[in-house]
């Protein structure tokens, strides 16, 4: 699937007081950062989901806002810190920003990856 060109603007111009918005591609998706910062994905079925995790597990929850879960191949099924955006960030600029910066929160939280060492030779 092509990444919805139009959803990615309106996510650029209702979050542009948090940063920058720039992605990544995903999987036949994108990754969505905020000054560098993840804080969202598009899926590959065109499902926006921002980012979680145990502080804002609660939000979420009372939204009813569904965690990302996957299967793989073999038939098991795995979840990543992801939650269905709530309806309104599509014609709501406030409910975006405010859903955008809960997920931008959660991604400023999440522990840093290492980058690996560059090996001379």
Same mark, same amino acid.
């Not at 191949?73 to 939650?83: A, E, F, K, P």
């Given at each position: 699937?092509?990444?919805?060109?139009?959803?990615? !603007?309106?996510?650029?111009?209702?979050?542009?007081?948090?940063?920058?918005?720039? #992605?990544?591609?995903?999987?036949? %998706?994108?990754?969505?950062?905020?000054?560098?910062?993840?804080?969202?994905?598009?899926?590959?079925? %065109? &499902?926006?989901?921002? #980012?979680? !995790?145990?502080?804002?597990?609660? &939000?979420?929850?009372?939204?009813?806002?569904?965690?990302?879960?996957?299967?793989?191949?073999?038939?098991? &099924?795995?979840?990543?810190?992801?939650?269905?955006?709530?309806?309104? &960030?599509? !014609?709501?600029?406030?409910?975006?920003?405010?859903?955008?910066?809960?997920?931008?929160?959660?991604?400023?939280?999440?522990? =840093? =990856?290492?980058? =690996?060492?560059?090996? =001379?030779?």
């Amino acid at each position: 699937m092509e990444i919805d060109q139009g959803l990615i !603007d309106w996510i650029a111009e209702c979050t542009a007081q948090l940063g920058t918005l720039t #992605k990544r591609a995903m999987m036949g %998706g994108a990754t969505l950062y905020l000054d560098g910062h993840v804080f969202a994905i598009l899926t590959s079925d %065109g &499902v926006l989901r921002f #980012k979680a !995790d145990a502080v804002s597990d609660p &939000v979420w929850d009372a939204e009813g806002a569904d965690r990302f879960t996957f299967t793989f191949d073999d038939g098991r &099924v795995s979840s990543m810190n992801y939650r269905r955006a709530p309806d309104d &960030v599509f !014609d709501d600029a406030e409910a975006m920003l405010r859903w955008a910066r809960l997920g931008l929160e959660a991604g400023l939280r999440a522990p =840093k =990856k290492a980058r =690996k060492a560059k090996t =001379k030779q």
